[in-house]
RNA sequence: GCCGCUGUGGCGGAAUUGGUAGACGCAGCAGACUUAAAAUCUGCUUUCCAGUUUGGAAGUGCGGGUUCGAUUCCCGCCGGCGGCACCA
């Protein structure tokens, strides 16, 4: 049925032939300074998308909205003088494609270069703006060499408290500094953790991994081992302080500012016998009623302050907690859980003894893994206090009125000593300050974030540049990289924590006792950078010259870094902030010459199915980009992506509405073509070389403002329907200028580039007057406020703020003209008849309210 | 539980940020063209009442408030989506 139907207009004739243009005369692509034709006059503007895994299911309607986006954004701002960097390129590591490997014994590489292909024709076939000749892939042996070295400046650095950024090891060294010490202080180290183990993937994962995997049946389960990681952590204040600068969603910052979870409190030194313990609190003030201690089950002195009667029920509690996930230790808690070491600690501030507790509740990765608990003020405390019949001392009055069981609010401190009648913050302050005098605790901020486990035991990603001797880890020679993973027979997981390279016995041993480490990196590691190979994308001496880094993301007059960076939300706290944590490495070190990497981001909207829930496969909602492109055209499929709504909204798919601006579009077409008998186009014989009349100019300057303005804040659709309205006006005209029909090309090219361009070269063919040239290379055309505004304005008039007449009345009519021509209209004069005029507000321009009782 | 976003016709959405609510599009209805259909074009299309036209009332999740005037600002609720989740 689909095929029988006559096109609107031949979409498939004419796009692919300007995409073969734009291909072939390289029309999007942008020098670099230092190149021939580079213009330094110009300002920059570097536009981001996120670049797609290249999966096997190909393209998805996701996609092109937010690359439909940057693409009308980029291509506005080319014709408005700007140099205009818009690349794409592919995260190509990952496990689909190392699953697909294991199946088939095939190289990982063939199959990714295949989907890699595939997804390059689909973004070409919908004509974006991209310069392919910056084209970027993760898996590169040329990409791999550099994300290595970046890993290797991780390795080779510190951080340094005092100044609050990393430095080169080698200072450390100059120190002289143990090995050991050093090692411990490295952006990369090595440390034994509790990780996710997935036997069936035969690798780690991280949590936000663990629940994906599980549903598809797999199983994971709590192993420690020794693992890969970065002090993303040492960067934790700098992350959240340095978000303030940055154009980006509230949403989003909050998000990434949860995340790394900063809490102020203090620590405070509590005596178990011999020993000590530090607690992390909060809530200082309320020491008085700490009524008992609680360690993490992990902790390390929970062996040693046991007594002899609890030592049987303690163990048996570690071991339950041990086999438990963080998932089980959250989900299946509806309880509280614990049991008594029989040890006891003194409380610092009065000398009461309290009992050490160890329960599931309390974190070892947190704060000390200890804390003291204040059951009148802490929910959970409280929980575990009544369900063990623990005293409660109320510590802090609650303000009048509050009735709550457990006040965990500010208030006036009671039962406390020193600290009686003052406020919690004043409390606080005091507290902190004695802890401090007495040298019993001190101030403190804490973070829920925690290290970046970077290793995964999988074939198909960057193994680590990094040998092995001795039990010391060393990293390779620059001449080395980039190290590439050896070619296996097979490709399948040993289901052991030994990474699948490590079955590469040839490669592993380097001789002299030397070899290779087997883990590889994460998916992430590739997507951190990626921004920054684009600006010089061939480069063989360096990740980036100093140039194109300073020319594309430097300052420049603007904040710095990518000017507008389009992606959706699932990235918001993970890739987002892994970026941002390598991008402030590389500052630090002097590589590039802004703090942050991504100064303006906005989040698409997910597209939902055509039955409003979420486009999967088993629901059989999913709509296939090249399918609407057969039909329609990729300016219909670009231009309806960007009517549906607004960008950052979640909104569902209708083909209804993709024949909507399908028809928008064939009206545009047949403003200037007309169809024979044939069946052939023809150029309509209304167009005139003539000047477009006022009515005609008002339009089309109020869509030339209207889009302008439309695009710079991202509001594509209301910017498609000025141009629809436009249209329509144009459709009523009976002799159409060329010129107006041109203009209105011209602010159309962005988002149909297409047809567009077709018929500007159709135009132009047949009227001397039309510019011939690609309307991508024209200047973005300015409007005239003076065709703008009426000699005639029509007004509202109301009447007790309901809306009884419109009058119409000159633009520079007076006030006192105005209020009176309203007062005697007819209908006014009804709806005022018995009652008396109180007041007439007259806002110029738009109505009259006359208020009347 | 906490945090964030969101709520406007049958549907997607618009509204110069306090000034004519429903632009534009979809769907629907009627008409024109056509032997007929498709395509195209024209008109109608928030609801209710009245109805030849002119008209009247209600209306932006619900309830209050501020104002001459509230989709927009304030207070209190309710629903939907997303994130975090024993973080001391």
Not at 22 to 42: Q, Y
Not at 588 to 615: A, C, R, W
Not at 634 to 651: I, N
Request: proline letters at 5%.
């Amino acid at each position: 049925m689909a095929e029988q139907r006559r096109k609107q207009f031949p979409f498939d004739d004419f796009e692919p032939q300007w995409q073969n243009r734009w291909e072939s005369d390289k029309t999007f692509s942008v020098p670099n300074p230092g190149d021939a034709n580079f213009d330094a006059d110009k300002p920059k503007f570097f536009a981001l998308d996120m670049f797609p895994y290249p999966s096997g299911s190909g393209l998805h309607v996701g996609h092109p909205e937010g690359y439909t986006a940057t693409d009308i954004v980029t291509r506005q701002k080319r014709m408005a003088g700007f140099n205009v960097l818009h690349p794409m390129g592919w995260d190509a590591f990952g496990l689909p494609a190392e699953e697909h490997a294991r199946k088939t014994g095939e190289h990982p590489a063939i199959n990714t270069a295949k989907n890699t292909d595939n997804f390059r024709r689909q973004l070409k076939r919908l004509g974006f703006a991209y310069d392919w000749e910056r084209e970027v892939n993760t898996t590169d042996p040329g990409y791999v060499r550099w994300t290595q070295w970046i890993f290797l400046q991780l390795y080779n650095s510190y951080f340094d408290e005092a100044g609050q950024k990393a430095k080169p090891i080698a200072e450390l060294e100059a120190q002289g500094l143990s090995r050991e010490e050093i090692d411990n202080r490295r952006l990369a180290y090595v440390a034994e953790a509790p990780v996710n183990w997935c036997p069936e993937l035969g690798t780690v994962l991280a949590n936000e991994e663990v629940e994906e995997w599980r549903k598809k049946g797999n199983t994971v389960e709590r192993r420690p081992l020794k693992q890969w990681m970065l002090r993303i952590t040492a960067y934790a204040e700098r992350l959240i302080n340095e978000l303030d600068g940055l154009d980006w969603p509230e949403g989003i910052k909050l998000l990434q500012q949860n995340w790394i979870g900063r809490s102020e409190g203090a620590e405070v030194d509590f005596k178990i016998g011999e020993h000590k313990v530090t607690v992390f609190t909060t809530r200082p003030d309320t020491l008085f009623g700490a009524t008992y201690m609680v360690l993490a089950p992990e902790h390390p002195l929970v062996d040693e302050i046991t007594t002899p009667e609890q030592s049987a029920a303690v163990e048996e509690y570690r071991k339950a907690c041990a086999s438990k996930s963080d998932l089980e230790r959250t989900e299946l808690a509806k309880e509280k859980t614990g049991v008594a070491t029989g040890g006891t600690a003194i409380n610092p501030v009065n000398g009461e003894e309290i009992p050490v507790w160890i329960a599931d509740y309390v974190m070892m990765s947190y704060g000390t893994g200890a804390i003291m608990a204040v059951p009148a003020h802490d929910e959970r405390d409280n929980e575990f206090a009544k369900r063990f019949g623990i005293t409660i001392i109320e510590v802090v009055q609650a303000p009048e009125g509050n009735e709550e069981k457990c006040f965990t609010g500010e208030g006036t401190a009671i039962n406390s000593g020193f600290l009686d009648g003052l406020t919690t913050a004043e409390a606080k302050q005091k507290i902190s300050a004695w802890l401090d005098d007495e040298k019993l605790g001190k101030s403190t901020v804490v973070y829920k974030l925690r290290d970046w486990l970077f290793s995964r035991q999988r074939y198909w990603g960057e193994p680590f540049p990094i040998v092995w001797k001795d039990g010391n880890h060393f990293a390779i020679d620059d001449s080395e990289l980039p190290l590439l993973a050896p070619e296996l027979k097979d490709y399948k997981p040993s289901g052991t924590p030994d990474p699948i390279l490590s079955k590469a016995k040839d490669w592993v041993d380097v001789g002299d006792g030397v070899t290779r480490e087997t883990n590889t990196m994460p998916q992430w590691a590739g997507s951190c950078w990626y921004y920054l190979r684009y600006c010089d994308a061939a480069n063989r001496d360096r990740f980036i010259s100093r140039e194109a880094e300073e020319y594309w993301l430097g300052k420049n007059g603007t904040p710095g870094g990518v000017d507008l960076y389009i992606g959706g939300t699932e990235h918001a706290v993970l890739h987002l902030l892994y970026a941002r944590f390598w991008h402030k490495v590389l500052h630090d070190l002097g590589h590039v010459s802004t703090p942050e990497p991504f100064q303006k981001l906005v989040n698409q909207g997910l597209i939902m199915g055509e039955d409003g829930q979420k486009m999967s496969k088993s629901r059989g909602n999913v709509v296939n980009p090249d399918d609407v492109v057969d039909l329609y055209g990729a300016d219909s499929l670009r231009l309806y992506e960007m009517f549906m709504g607004p960008l950052e909204q979640v909104k569902p798919w209708s083909m209804n509405g993709v024949e909507g601006v399908h028809r928008f579009l064939a009206r545009i077409w047949r403003l200037v073509m007309e169809i024979d008998q044939e069946g052939t186009w023809t150029m309509r014989g209304n167009l005139t070389d003539g000047d477009p009349d006022k009515a005609t100019k008002k339009v089309l300057h109020q869509t030339i403002k209207k889009v302008s303005e439309d695009i710079a804040s991202l509001s594509f659709n209301t910017a498609i329907s000025q141009m629809m309205v436009c249209t329509n006006e144009f459709n009523k005209v009976e002799a159409l200028p060329v010129s107006a029909v041109v203009t209105l090309l011209e602010v159309l090219s962005p988002f149909a580039p297409h047809i567009a361009e077709e018929l500007n070269a159709r135009l132009a063919a047949a009227h001397d007057s039309v510019d011939g040239s690609e309307l991508a290379n024209r200047a973005w055309p300015a409007w005239d406020e003076a065709y703008l505004v009426e000699d005639e304005i029509e007004m509202v008039i109301q009447v007790n703020g309901k809306k009884r007449d419109i009058i119409t009345v000159s633009k520079d009519a007076a006030k006192e003209d105005i209020e009176a021509q309203a007062l005697a209209c007819a209908k006014v004069t009804e709806h005022t008849d018995g009652l008396t005029v109180r007041k007439v507000i007259v806002v110029p321009g738009r109505l009259v309210n006359i208020v009347a009782n």
